[in-house]
């Protein structure tokens, strides 16, 4: 099978057992203070070692380097630095060690430090921490746990405001990979896996109150691969099956099983339809990769076949990436079709546009029409990550190179470079794009 660390990426990590898993009430109790060290170099769970204490300016040598724009700031945290950045409300937040940093976004400097209820203490301190930090509503989510080879243990959630303030936690008080789903209707769906493949129902799945941090529900699926919560209903793609729950119950309204010779890859939902991805990369005219079924039942209603087709999203309609780039109705009905290909799932959409990849070009394609507003280049693996401001972010991993378009235009605004391995996503504000890499630095790129 292959391994949980190949497709997680930077999410590696694993359990060796169930002891000192942190319930709800568990771990040390979780402050937001504001931070005196100056540079992140030092332990986020010990003392500052900086020279001057009292003083908090942002520390350069990141290695960033920008072509065409400048870096307003930059931090340098080291390898400390298990997240990607998240943007709320004029702060940008990372998670370094067991703790989640706020950073002034307009200064750079540590607006606030959250000690989360997760420690590497005791019997896991040669453990390395893991996060995963999303925004929603105004409220910054840290799902903080402890990654041992191949497996985690001791996740919590913790919702705070832009201040760094705890609003509620929640401790799962299971092992594995955790993972989220999405947000809707008052809920956040965490689900979970471990390091081998499979679709056996023994992974425990979570609906939490976004209001309140109480357990609404929690099942259980597969290896969480993904998921897409919508429309009353949570998604979670489990390797050959998609476990479709009830968001509001927690009721498990049907499975669907992908045929032997395919995976469920990607999924989407909305007007009563759930959308499945199957991985045919090559296939007959008669073979599906893409089935539709309904939420109520996954009784199948229509399915794509004979295309290729690698990701899927909802907004208002179905659009699809792959061989080609396309945008159909509930029923199937084609809207528009672009040639070119391109991602989907991924990709930033606004009122007027929707932006992908073709050919080495970052394209701006009018979602009434489907028609090319600009093509811009860029690089093979290009792929446009966030829109914000007049800007469009777009990130090669494998060549550690950003890029920033204009959203009007296409004209280039700027192209960064980052030190190290694949980079983290990219996050963005009205001004300026936030960069981090896996050396630890974090900065800011201006529009």
Same mark, same amino acid.
């Given at each position: 099978m292959p391994s949980r660390r190949d497709t997680l990426g930077l999410c590696g990590g694993a359990l060796l057992g169930l002891s000192g898993c942190i319930g709800p009430e568990g771990g040390r109790t979780g402050t937001a203070r504001t931070d005196d060290r100056t540079d992140g170099s030092d332990d986020p769970n010990g003392d500052p070692t900086t020279e001057d204490p009292d003083t908090d300016s942002? /520390?350069?040598?990141?290695?960033? @380097?920008? =072509?065409?724009?400048?870096?307003?700031? #930059? $931090?340098? *945290?080291? #390898?400390?630095?298990?997240? =990607?950045?998240?943007?709320?409300?004029?702060?940008?937040?990372?998670?370094?060690?067991?703790?989640?940093v706020g950073i002034d976004a307009a200064t750079g400097e540590t607006a606030w430090t959250f000690e989360t209820a997760v420690t590497l203490d005791g019997d896991y301190e040669y453990g390395r921490p893991t996060a995963d930090l999303r925004v929603r509503d105004g409220t910054? +989510?840290?799902?903080?746990?402890?990654?041992?080879?191949?497996?985690?243990?001791?996740?919590?959630?913790?919702?705070?405001?832009?201040?760094?303030? #705890? !609003?509620?936690? *929640?401790?799962?008080?299971?092992?594995? *990979?955790?993972?989220?789903?999405?947000f809707g209707d008052g809920a956040v769906v965490v689900a979970t896996n471990d390091d081998a493949?499979?679709?056996?129902?023994?992974?425990?799945? *979570?609906?939490?109150?976004?209001?309140?941090?109480? =357990?609404?529900? $929690?099942?259980?699926?597969?290896?969480?691969m993904g998921g897409a919560v919508g429309d009353g209903v949570a998604l979670v793609e489990a390797d050959r099956a998609v476990d479709c729950f009830d968001l509001e119950t927690g009721e498990r309204r049907f499975r669907y099983e992908a045929p032997e010779d395919a995976r469920a890859t990607a999924t989407a939902v909305g007007d009563g339809r759930a959308f499945v991805v199957l991985d045919r990369y090559d &296939?007959?005219?008669?073979?599906?990769?893409?089935?539709?079924?309904?939420?109520?039942?996954?009784?199948? $209603?229509?399915?794509?076949?004979?295309?290729?087709?690698?990701s899927v999203r909802y907004r208002g309609d179905c659009y699809?990436?792959? @061989? !080609?780039?396309?945008?159909?109705?509930?029923?199937?009905?084609? !809207?528009?079709? +672009?040639?070119?290909?391109?991602?989907?799932?991924?990709? &930033?959409? /606004?009122? =007027?546009?929707? +932006?992908?990849?073709? @050919? %080495?070009?970052?394209?701006?394609?009018? $979602?009434? %029409?489907?028609?090319? !507003?600009?093509?811009?280049?860029?690089?093979?693996?290009?792929?446009p990550r966030v829109r914000a401001g007049d800007a469009v972010v777009s990130a090669d991993g494998d060549a550690r190179t950003l890029f920033a378009h204009d959203a009007g235009d296409g004209a280039e605004l700027w192209r960064a470079?980052?030190?190290?391995?694949? &980079?983290?996503?990219?996050?963005?504000? &009205?001004?300026?794009?936030?960069?981090?890499t896996t050396v630890g630095g974090v900065g800011k790129i201006g529009f």
């Open positions: 942002p /520390d350069p040598g990141t290695g960033i @380097e920008v =072509e065409g724009g400048s870096l307003a700031w #930059e $931090r340098a *945290f080291g #390898e400390d630095l298990v997240s =990607e950045p998240a943007f709320v409300d004029g702060t940008v937040a990372v998670a370094v060690g067991t703790d989640v910054l +989510y840290a799902l903080v746990g402890i990654s041992v080879g191949t497996g985690a243990h001791d996740h919590v959630l913790h919702a705070l405001t832009a201040d760094g303030d #705890e !609003r509620w936690r *929640f401790g799962t008080g299971v092992s594995g *990979f955790h993972s989220f789903i999405g493949i499979s679709a056996e129902r023994d992974h425990a799945v *979570f609906a939490i109150e976004t209001a309140t941090g109480d =357990e609404r529900w $929690r099942d259980e699926s597969g290896d969480a &296939p007959g005219p008669d073979q599906a990769t893409m089935e539709v079924v309904s939420t109520a039942d996954g009784s199948a $209603r229509w399915n794509l076949a004979g295309e290729v087709v690698t699809i990436g792959g @061989e !080609r780039v396309a945008r159909l109705g509930p029923d199937g009905t084609e !809207r528009w079709s +672009y040639d070119g290909g391109g991602p989907v799932y991924h990709a &930033p959409f /606004d009122a =007027e546009a929707l +932006y992908t990849v073709s @050919e %080495s070009r970052v394209v701006s394609l009018a $979602r009434d %029409s489907g028609t090319e !507003r600009w093509d811009a280049e860029a690089t093979d693996l290009a792929i470079t980052l030190p190290g391995g694949y &980079p983290p996503t990219p996050t963005a504000g &009205p001004d300026g794009a936030y960069v981090a």
